[in-house]
Antibody, heavy 121, light 109 residues
Framework: EVQLVQSGAEVKKPGESLKISCKGSGYSFTSYWIGWVRQMPGKGLEWMGIIYPGDSDTRYSPSFQGQVTISADKSISTAYLQWSSLKASDTAMYYC??????????????WGQGTMVTVSS | AIRMTQSPSSLSASTGDRVTITCRASQGISSYLAWYQQKPGKAPKLLIYAASTLQSGVPSRFSGSGSGTDFTLTISCLQSEDFATYYCQQYYSYPPEVTFGGGTKVEIK
């Protein structure tokens, strides 16, 4: 079964760092781009950026450039989303998702279950 | 950046109704459009890609149409499990830049 499994919920304080993960299985992890999507409480979906695990080529949404870092470790089929200094406004559900085909110009057909990040003092 | 505008933002309908949701792109995107369904507390689920191609396993009561700037998602006979929020997404831009519509919440009348 093709799936993406994300790390568990996190509760952090403002200023803390955080790295969440997304592990792929059931397919060639290095051959498909992975995207990250933010959903703030009660709001819509926002694309943050994408990574190609095969060579770690990364592209960011202008809205998130410089705010987060996307990376991948192909040896363990895992993509990451990290923050160096969290803000309360980073409180949201974060999803990873795989592009349907091996080019980053397609729909997302496989989604992780989401990681809830809560930032509160 | 390409903006995606969905309408309506919410609607009330009854089981058995025909429901239509529209999505407009701020510039032409050919058929590079997908539709997703999201239920509370769950990840989005792909329904349609390439504007009108049904994803495997999705019931045939869902259909999509359009190209260029105007697109439509139709649910031909609404079922109880279809009450959810629906999002459109463009993937025309290259270098890659994905944009989602604001969502349409389908509620029970």
């Amino acid at each position: 079964e093709v799936q993406l499994v994300q790390s568990g919920a996190e509760v952090k304080k403002p200023g803390e760092s955080l790295k969440i993960s997304c592990k792929g299985s059931g397919y060639s992890f290095t051959s498909y781009w992975i995207g990250w999507v933010r959903q703030m409480p009660g709001k819509g979906l926002e694309w943050m950026g994408i990574i190609y695990p095969g060579d770690s080529d990364t592209r960011y949404s202008p809205s998130f450039q410089g705010q987060v870092t996307i990376s991948a470790d192909k040896s363990i089929s895992t993509a990451y989303l990290q923050w160096s200094s969290l803000k309360a406004s980073d409180t949201a559900m974060y999803y990873c998702a795989r592009f349907r085909q091996q080019l980053p110009r397609d729909a997302f057909d496989i989604w992780g279950q989401g990681t809830m990040v809560t930032v509160s003092s | 950046a390409i903006r995606m505008t969905q309408s309506p933002s919410s609607l009330s309908a009854s089981t058995g109704d025909r429901v239509t949701i529209t999505c407009r792109a701020s510039q032409g995107i050919s058929s590079y459009l997908a539709w997703y369904q999201q239920k509370p507390g769950k990840a989005p689920k792909l329904l349609i890609y390439a504007a009108s191609t049904l994803q495997s396993g999705v019931p045939s009561r869902f259909s999509g149409s359009g190209s260029g700037t105007d697109f439509t998602l139709t649910i031909s006979c609404l079922q109880s499990e279809d009450f959810a929020t629906y999002y459109c997404q463009q993937y025309y831009s290259y270098p890659p830049e994905v944009t989602f519509g604001g969502g349409t919440k389908v509620e029970i009348k």
